[in-house]
């Protein structure tokens, strides 16, 4: 099925600094989320991606479907910004489950 | 816009009692989900229903009951609690057909 990797595990950074986000699926999707998870939270969608560029507020989505990966741009981290990433895709074996990353989890510190 | 909760939101039960966790929609979505998030770790489905009455499989899908008694509605039943089995239980929902985007609800710590 479906195997959705999600680089790097663990993320530290300073205020102010970019942070990159990526995802890498084995097969070919045709829709793609990004969620975020802050500490004891529930799972919140940042972005619908399925192909091509994306932009809200300091968040930026790539996804280039034929390379089979996306990635997430996060511009001027704050450290709100904690917590952790998830992308997921559609399930090869029905496209209306989807499947999970094991999430980055991303640190800002001051 | 619409919303989903999660009843209750803390459940505490003894080893080999049934556990039942409700879940409600208003964004008239078709498709639920229940997932289990273990800590640290990423999110595996249990059940999802594509519409009232339906009920399909996840990954995790052993231990679990569910129903969908209406279409804003889904429940999980955790059949058997085991000893000091702590997790998290998320429910979510979807269009049915086109669009996967997935909202989450806040959860039911177990």
């Known amino acids: 099925g479906q195997q959705v990797q999600q680089s790097p595990a663990s993320l530290v950074l300073q205020e102010g600094e970019n942070a990159e986000l990526q995802c890498n699926f084995s097969?070919?999707?045709?829709?793609l989320q990004w969620f975020y998870q802050r500490p004891g939270g529930s799972l919140v969608s940042l972005l619908y991606?399925?192909?091509g560029t994306k932009h809200t507020g300091r968040l930026t989505s790539t996804t280039v479907t034929k390379e089979r990966r996306s990635s997430l741009h996060i511009s001027s981290s704050q450290i709100t910004d904690s917590g952790t990433y998830f992308c997921?895709?559609?399930?090869?074996?029905?496209?209306?489950?989807?499947?999970f990353g094991k999430g980055t989890q991303l640190i800002i510190q001051p | 816009g619409g919303i989903i909760t999660q009843t209750p939101k803390f459940l505490i039960g003894q080893e080999g009692q049934k556990l039942t966790l409700k879940c409600q929609q208003n964004f008239n979505h078709d498709t639920m989900y229940w997932y289990r998030q273990d800590s640290g770790k990423g999110l595996r489905l249990i059940y999802y229903?594509?519409?009232?009455?339906?009920?399909q499989k996840g990954d995790l899908s052993e231990g679990y009951d569910a129903s969908r008694e209406k279409k804003s509605s889904f429940s999980l039943t955790v059949t058997s609690a085991q000893k000091n089995e702590m997790a998290v239980f998320l429910c979510?929902?979807?269009?049915?057909?086109?669009?996967?985007?997935?909202?989450f609800g806040p959860g039911t710590r177990l």
């Open positions: 229903s594509i519409t009232e009455n339906d009920l």
């Open positions: 979510a929902s979807s269009i049915w057909g086109g669009s996967y985007e997935q909202y």
């Open positions: 991606n399925p192909s």
């Open positions: 097969s070919t999707a045709t829709q």
């Open positions: 997921a895709m559609p399930h090869t074996g029905g496209a209306d489950r989807l499947t």
